[in-house]
C-alpha cells in the first residue's frame, strides 16, 4: 500500500476540480439548511418530546439519497470511459489501492460536508433559551451513525461505479443500491409475506438491516455493536467486489 498516498491526493484534487462535487456539496447543505429551518419552525410552533438534533438525524437519508450517487459515480466509470483506467493498471500499483484511493477521497468528503451541518447546531444552542434541549450526546451519536454508515453507502456507489464506463448508470445504479438499503431494508419485514415461525428470521433480519432504527439508536445514546459490525463488513464487502470487477472487468484487457 505504498502508493495509496499518492493516489489519495489525486483523487482529493480531481473532486476538487470535479463540478459533480459542488453541485453535491451546494445541494446537500441547501437540503440540510432547509429541513434544519423546517424542524426549527415545527419545534416553535408544536414543542416536542425530543430534541432537534434528533429529529435533524432522523432525516439524514434524504440527501445521501443523491449526494453519494454524484461523489462516487465517476469514480472508475469516468476512467473506463476515458481509457485511462488501462493506463493506471500498467503502473505499479494494484487495484485494491486504486480503490481504496478513490473510497477514500470521497470518503472525507462526504464526513466534510457531514461536518459543516454541525454549525447549524452551534448556532441554535446559541441563541437557545432553554438549557435543557442542549444535549451533545444525539450529536455524539448521529454523527457517529452519519460516519458509520457512509463507508457501506459510498462503498456501494463505488461498486456501481466499478461496474459500467457511464457515469448516468452509475449514478442510477449507486442510487439504487442505496435506496434499496435504506428503505426496503428498513421495511423488509412489512414487505414479507411469510407468516408463523418463519417470520421469526425475517424480524431478526429486519432487526439488523434496518438503517432507521440505527440511526435513532445511535442519536438516543445506544450504541449497538452489531450495526457496527454490519456497516463495516458489509463495506469491506463491496469494496472487495468493486475490485474483482475492475480485475474483471480491465485486468484481463
Given at each position: ?80 470511459r476515458s481509457g ?99 428503505v426496503i431494508g ?56 468493486s475490485v474483482l ?9
Amino acid at each position: 500500500m505504498r502508493h495509496f498516498l499518492t493516489l489519495l491526493r489525486n483523487e482529493v484534487w480531481r473532486l476538487l476540480i470535479s463540478p459533480s462535487t459542488y453541485i453535491a456539496g451546494f445541494l446537500f447543505l441547501l437540503v440540510m439548511g432547509f429541513l434544519f429551518q423546517w424542524m426549527l419552525r415545527i419545534y416553535t410552533s408544536d414543542p416536542q418530546d425530543e430534541t432537534p438534533s434528533v429529529l435533524f438525524f432522523r432525516i439524514f437519508f434524504i440527501p445521501v439519497f443523491f449526494m453519494v450517487p454524484l461523489l462516487t459515480m465517476r469514480s472508475v466509470a469516468e476512467e473506463r470511459r476515458s481509457g485511462t483506467i488501462e493506463t493506471l493498471l500498467t503502473t505499479p500499483v494494484t487495484i485494491a489501492e486504486i480503490v481504496l484511493s478513490k473510497f477514500a477521497a470521497s470518503y472525507l468528503y462526504y464526513c466534510s460536508l457531514w461536518l459543516i451541518t454541525a454549525s447549524f447546531h452551534i448556532i441554535f444552542f446559541a441563541y437557545a433559551q432553554r438549557d435543557t434541549i442542549i444535549d451533545p450526546y444525539p450529536l455524539i451519536g448521529g454523527y457517529a451513525y452519519i460516519f458509520l454508515s457512509g463507508t457501506l453507502f459510498l462503498s456501494l456507489g463505488i461498486f456501481a461505479s466499478s461496474l459500467t464506463k457511464s457515469q448516468l448508470v452509475a449514478g442510477i445504479l449507486g442510487f439504487t443500491l442505496v435506496f434499496g438499503f435504506i428503505v426496503i431494508g428498513s421495511n423488509i419485514e412489512d414487505l414479507s409475506v411469510l407468516t408463523g415461525e418463519q417470520s421469526l428470521w425475517v424480524r431478526q433480519f429486519s432487526d439488523h438491516t434496518d438503517a432507521l432504527q440505527h440511526m435513532s439508536d445511535f442519536s438516543s445514546g445506544i450504541i449497538d455493536t452489531r450495526a457496527i459490525v454490519l456497516y463495516l463488513s458489509a463495506a469491506l464487502t463491496f469494496l472487495f467486489l468493486s475490485v474483482l470487477a475492475i480485475e474483471y472487468r480491465d485486468g484481463t484487457t
